[in-house]
């Protein structure tokens, strides 16, 4: 969405909002979108972009297609673990490859990891992908201690590192930022007249991130948009009045 455009000369609040379904004229603006976009953190290894979904996957879409298959999971928490126990039943051989001695999941999924067949490899962080001879995926494993590499030779690799999330498009708004947190004052409103914003996207002196200071943000951020659309309100609207808007 582009919020840069205004939607009429004679209304400085008024602003258009590009969008992959058209164009919407508004005179307000409510931002509530969270954490932002979240994506899986990516591998820090250069390899050919081809591959994503492939040879290296973020997420498992199908578990009956790695049937079989000899199976690489990086990562060290809840999400790794519970895929190398789910899979290594399935899979002809499994390894786990975490950075770190210790585990970050649950003590009773990491006694079961142990005891299981997954092959675990600790701590080891990926350095390099390629591909063999018989079009596998070989991965070399860099000790985070030592020199003395591990070399294995996969089917797929799953990357579990976890989400990242970014509101890297409000930086086109034009809106005051702190680290990537849209500043507003006591009614929610932004930097930019018109445009207001609550929930985790939002910081102000005291924010805490819970969904029931969001469901409180609300109303307030509602009722001063509307005031704004109509400077000669002289009380509260009514929710179905604000609905009806």
């Known amino acids: 969405m582009d919020a840069n455009t205004p939607a009429a000369k004679a209304n400085p609040h008024g ?7 058209g164009s919407i004229a508004t005179q307000t603006v409510l ?6 976009a979240f994506a899986p953190r990516r591998l820090a290894v250069d390899y050919p972009t081809e591959w994503d979904g492939q040879r290296v996957i973020y997420t498992v879409r199908d578990v ?15 999400s790794a673990i519970d895929w190398a126990l789910t899979l290594v039943d399935r899979a ?25 067949r997954v092959h675990i490899h600790t701590p080891f962080v990926i350095d ?13 494993l860099r000790p985070v201690h030592g020199d003395e590499h591990e070399h294995l030779v996969v089917d797929r690799l799953l990357v579990n590192y976890g ?9 086109r708004w034009e809106l005051a930022l702190d680290h990537n947190l849209v500043t507003v004052d006591r009614l929610y409103q932004t930097s930019r007249p018109g445009i207001f914003a609550i929930g985790d996207v939002v910081t102000y002196p005291g924010k805490v991130k819970l969904i029931a200071n969001a469901f409180g943000e609300a109303p307030i951020a509602v009722d001063a948009a509307l005031r704004t659309i109509h400077p000669d309100l002289r009380q509260p609207p009514h929710s179905a009045a604000v609905i009806g808007k």
């Open 15 to 21: 602003y258009i909002l590009q969008t992959n379904q």
């Open 31 to 36: 931002i509530a979108t969270g954490g932002g």
């Open 64 to 78: 009956a297609a790695l049937t079989g298959q000899t199976l690489a999971i990086a990562g060290g928490g809840d």
């Open 92 to 116: 002809q051989d499994v390894h786990l490859i975490h950075r770190r001695q210790q585990f970050r999941g649950l003590e009773s999924s990491v006694a079961q990891l142990k005891q299981s």
């Open 128 to 140: 390099g992908l390629s591909l063999t001879a018989n079009d596998q995926l070989a991965v070399d």
């Open 163 to 171: 989400f990242a999330s970014d509101n890297k498009q409000l930086r």
